[in-house]
């Protein structure tokens, strides 16, 4: 399970996401450079939802009962929320705007990664 958990976050930092509108050849590359980052954040919280399922939830937030289809539910729309809000905000913006929240959204998906690797170390939860 670990190594297709790595093998997908591998894969995940190769693919671009459709590029926005096309401008100056910097704008470009830092909104393709976003783009990425939005696969790579979804990429890896699906990552985590897959490690995560049928084991007991930790985080409060979600209930704390085994994981399953209404906490990725959750999950995934949360995620989708943000990055919405992220491409809303940024999309009149410069291409620093554009490269700051990449940085983070990698970040973030390096953060998701980890969680999901330390996942396939926890045992399933009993019935």
């Not at 976050?9 to 926005?20: A, D, E, I, K, V």
Request: with cysteine; glycine share 10%; net charge positive.
């Amino acid at each position: 399970m670990r190594k297709r958990i790595v093998i997908l976050l591998l894969c995940s930092t190769g693919l671009f996401g459709q590029s926005f509108a096309s401008g100056s050849k910097l704008a470009s590359r830092s909104k393709q450079l976003l783009a990425a980052s939005f696969a790579a954040v979804t990429t890896a919280e699906m990552a985590d939802c897959a490690s995560s399922w049928g084991k007991m939830e930790a985080n409060p937030v979600l209930g704390q009962s085994r994981f399953g289809i209404g906490h990725t539910g959750i999950k995934l729309g949360i995620v989708s929320a943000i990055l919405t809000g992220q491409y809303l905000f940024v999309r009149h913006r410069g291409p620093t705007t554009y490269k700051a929240l990449a940085i983070a959204n990698f970040a973030s998906a390096a953060a998701l990664g980890a969680v999901a690797y330390r996942n396939t170390g926890v045992p399933k939860a009993a019935n």
